[in-house]
């Protein structure tokens, strides 16, 4: 085990070796019996992204609390994918739960408009670089599909260069092997056109396609290198060709910086998609960006029913809040570099020369890989059993995505999970 600094900063490396028989591997029956059911209810049993990873693994989970989960068995996990994303402060917020039921008491719906649209609005206008105006929405797909439909009505153009995951919708299905055969017709994602993350592959880009294009999104988590400078450089290429810059910060925004990543590299885009980290949970999303284009939505209606139900916006409030006031970047950061550092010295102790964490970009959103160059898709065999053997002792890590870290992990909570990683490492090296 290793315990890489004390709670006052303080470096300090502890070592206590532990033997495969003080931990004891869950078991996940009642899962399992649940999974069973629902396939008779559920196409394919579950909901896309939260399917089983392993065959041994935990289903269903019936509470959740700070960094910590529950599941229908009564295995306790420490949580390091943060319900993909969304809980920034911790799963169960006081604060945030609180502020939701007020608004229920006095109903969340109304046949118009609840003011605290107007106190949220306020708020990102004053922490997002690019904000003046605010729409909002329900989810990030829904506000990238909006942003893209309002680039094109601005520009009159249709091509969109991108770099990055931006949803599930038709439009952005381009590279994930699907054609009409899926339900998705080739002309929603042909003028989508990818570029590698740097201005000189969109420079080239532009340069090699006739149509001119409306907008230039990117996904700060995906745009690499993350520097002012490439960034600043896209969005000179962007305009120079009259496209708009959208910055899809659905996975970047209020973790990098309260601002988002386009207040941590100082580049502002036109228009920047938000939802994640904004409510806690919650689902909201929103689009914002510079008035003048903002006014577009007028023109092209991209609203919902449910757009405006005031209890997600009531969360996001209270959860912008709180990370105003307690800093709570600074702690993400901190807690995600602890992990960091705790797994590379967990490779180290272990002599693996394979597997390797880091910030991505920031250590807030961090990686932990057998090969960072297949990011998501790694498929070393050590890598799966690593991660699989990680969740059947206890720790919710996942081989197939970036990890999360929110506010209420705390040092001893990444010290807990080294732990488990310290333990599954040494299993790991024995097998492979
Ligand atoms: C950068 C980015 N954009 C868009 C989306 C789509 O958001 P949602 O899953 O809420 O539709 C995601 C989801 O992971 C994302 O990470």
Known sequence: MQKVSTENGATQVVKIRQSDNVRKAYTFSESKRLW????????????????????????????????????VDGNEFIDLLCSI?????GYAYDRVDNAVKTVIDNSFQSSGNHPVQLELSKLLIELIPCAERVRFL??????????????????????IAHCGYHGWTDMWRRGYGVDNSCGVHKGTWEPIL????????????????????AAVFLCPVDTKPFTKENYQNIVDVAHK????????????????????????LGVTPDITTL????????????????????????????????????????????????????????????????????LNQICRDYNMDGPVAFADPVPSIFRFTWDPKMG????????NYFFGECIRYGLFFSNWHVGFVNYSHSNKDIDE????????????????
């Open 275 to 342: 939802s994640k980290g904004l409510g806690n949970g919650y689902p909201i999303a929103a689009v914002v960006g510079k008035a003048e284009y903002m006014e577009g939505m007028t023109k092209t209606p991209t609203i919902g029913t449910f757009s405006v139900e005031a209890l997600s916006i009531t969360a996001a409030l209270a959860t912008l809040k709180e990370l105003k006031e307690k800093n709570v970047v600074e702690h993400l950061w901190r807690v995600g570099q602890r992990l960091i550092d705790g």
């Open 376 to 383: 998501n898709n790694c498929t070393h065999p050590a890598h």
């Open 85 to 89: 994303g969304p809980i920034i402060l």
């Open 417 to 432: 999970a080294l732990d488990i990683c310290d333990f599954v490492m040494a299993k790991t090296k024995r097998k492979f």
């Open 194 to 213: 990818p570029f590698n993350g740097t201005a000189e592959s969109l420079e080239e880009l532009f340069k090699k396609t006739t149509e001119k294009f």
């Open 241 to 264: 060709h009259g496209a708009l810059v959208i910055f899809d910060e659905i996975k970047s925004g209020f973790r990098t910086a309260l601002g988002g990543a386009q207040e941590l």
């Open 138 to 159: 329900k989810t990030g797909t829904e506000a990238t599909m909006a942003a893209a439909r309002l680039a094109r009505h601005i520009t009159g153009r249709t091509n």
């Open 36 to 71: 069973q059911e629902a396939q008779q209810l559920i196409p394919g049993g579950s909901q896309g992204t939260r399917s089983p990873m392993y065959p041994d693994f935990p289903n269903y989970f019936s509470r959740a609390k700070g960094c910590r989960m529950w599941d």
